[in-house]
């Protein structure tokens, strides 16, 4: 019999999260006066045991006992050699996955969504917001606060609420209150809906909307979180990349290709970010972060200073975007609908350590059908968009003639997700579309006149 799975004991899980900040030189976040942002600027919405995270240059963080406790529910994650795929695919490359759907709300943002519930809970805590694009997120951090006894509430993108109804109830069974957004709950919320009544709605809406109600409580007991972008997010998410070193020595191998959805980065980030040490000091190593054509944030956006929200509540960030005020089409990967990339991904972009790929929307799931017929799982639609550029590198392999292994990231499963897989079988899906370069330019000009970022160089 085949050695599908490979397995780490209990005891063999992470006990640090690597930080690249360390390895890499960034731009700082700027405030609204064009200076570097303070620690003491930041507490109103993230506490500040966060805050020290966010900003730390060291290599090695400790990951807490009692976020090691609630990891251990379904950590470490197996990694899978998918021979199935590799057999229909008649490709000499050998593929492995890491399997981030086992987590109880089936994705990869409960290895975040637990240690922020955590710090805020030591620091006293009573309630976070946050916002959600696919539901996966909001579901997370629903999951971790009824871990640590704090009351959540979620600012769910309106497309995604209205296409994915059992998310909302996965936050409601764990004590989660989730709204759409826009709402009437927020000064930022009932703007937009001013604006366009009839809008789907926008991550960058949503964590305006969230960010106001954190700030905006009197009580000084609520704080905001957000899934993806940040340093201390993608910090936490390493445990993914961590546990594959290991599981990829146990059988004697070592990627040659690298591959992850990215939206907003995290996912890519917590597989990718250890294997981008190994590329930093010398291995040839290819890291592909792959997008939707519908929302290209690294492959057609510029590299520029930009808001994380609609509304500008958060301060100047060094990213790709494609301008705050960008309202990408209503594709069913919602947590790949995001204007801005995470800093760290998009300074590796910049420096030519990661190289971005786009998928449309057809190609992601006719991948992901044809991940469910070979090894039986069905992926989420963001990790169709993993998928689909794993295809394309079997292929080139076996056209080549070459033995490559390749290694992607499984970041959740698609099982709320059926109603776009029914569209797409029943022929009713449609392509993403082909963003006219006039859009992305009117969408670009909400950054007009801010700074630039400094090129930098990726060894600290």
């Known amino acids: 019999m085949k050695k599908r799975q490979i397995f780490l004991n209990q005891d063999e899980m992470p006990r640090q999260w690597y930080n690249i900040l360390s390895d890499i030189k960034m731009n700082p976040p700027l405030g609204p006066n064009g200076n ?44 899978v050699r998918a021979y199935n795929l590799e057999k229909a695919l008649g490709t000499p490359a050998r593929i492995y ?18 240690p922020q519930a955590y710090y805020n809970k030591v620091f006293g805590i009573e309630k976070m917001t946050t916002e959600t694009g696919a539901g996966q997120w909001g579901s997370a951090l629903s999951f971790a606060c009824s871990h640590f006894g704090v009351e959540c509430k979620v600012f ?21 209150n989730c709204v759409p957004s826009p709402s009437m709950d927020t ?14 709605g926008t991550l ?28 201390h997010v993608m910090l936490h998410q390493t445990v993914i990349g961590l546990e594959a070193r290991k599981q990829m020595e146990k059988v004697g191998e070592y990627p040659d290709i690298i591959i992850g959805c990215a939206g907003g980065g995290s996912n890519f980030a917590g597989l990718a970010f250890p294997f981008v040490l190994d590329k930093i000091n010398g291995k040839d190593i290819a890291i592909y972060p792959v997008e939707p054509a519908g929302c290209p944030t690294l492959t057609r956006a510029p590299f520029v200073y930009d808001h ?12 790709h975007s494609l301008g705050h005020a960008f309202v990408p089409p209503p594709i069913h990967s919602g947590g790949l609908r995001y204007h801005g990339m995470a800093p760290t991904v998009s300074q590796l972009v910049n420096e030519g350590i ?36 794993v295809v394309e590198e079997a292929v080139r392999a076996r056209e080549e003639g070459k033995e490559k292994v390749i290694l992607f990231n499984w970041s959740g499963h698609g099982l709320l997700d059926l109603g776009a897989y029914e ?25 007009a006149g801010n700074p630039k970022p400094g090129k930098l160089s990726s060894r600290r």
């Open 156 to 176: 769910m993108v309106r497309i995604s609420f209205d296409q994915k109804p059992y998310r909302k109830t996965m936050m409601a069974a764990w004590g989660g």
């Open 308 to 319: 994380g929200d609609t509304a500008r509540y958060t301060p100047l960030l060094p990213m």
């Open 187 to 200: 000064r930022a919320g009932r703007e937009a809906l001013e604006k366009d009544p009839n809008t789907p």
């Open 36 to 79: 570097p942002v303070t620690p003491e600027q930041l507490a109103p919405v993230f506490p500040m045991n966060l805050i020290e995270q966010e900003v730390s240059t060291e290599r090695w963080i400790d990951i807490p006992e009692e976020v090691l406790d609630v990891y251990s529910i379904w950590r470490p994650a197996p990694m």
């Open 204 to 231: 960058g809406i949503a964590i305006s909307e969230a960010i106001e109600a954190a700030v905006g409580d009197e009580s000084g007991k609520t704080r905001y979180s957000l899934g993806s972008v940040l340093n």
């Open 97 to 114: 996955f890491k399997n981030e759907s086992i987590s109880p709300p089936g994705s990869h943002k409960p290895n975040t969504a637990v």
């Open 354 to 389: 990661c190289e971005p790929r786009s998928v449309t929307q057809g190609k992601a799931y006719a991948a992901g059908v044809l991940l469910a017929r070979t090894e039986g799982i069905i992926p989420a639609p963001e990790t169709n968009h993993a998928l689909a550029a």
């Open 423 to 447: 569209a797409y079988l029943s022929g009713n899906l449609k392509e993403d579309i082909d963003l006219p370069d006039t859009l992305l330019t009117e969408a670009g000009e909400v950054y």
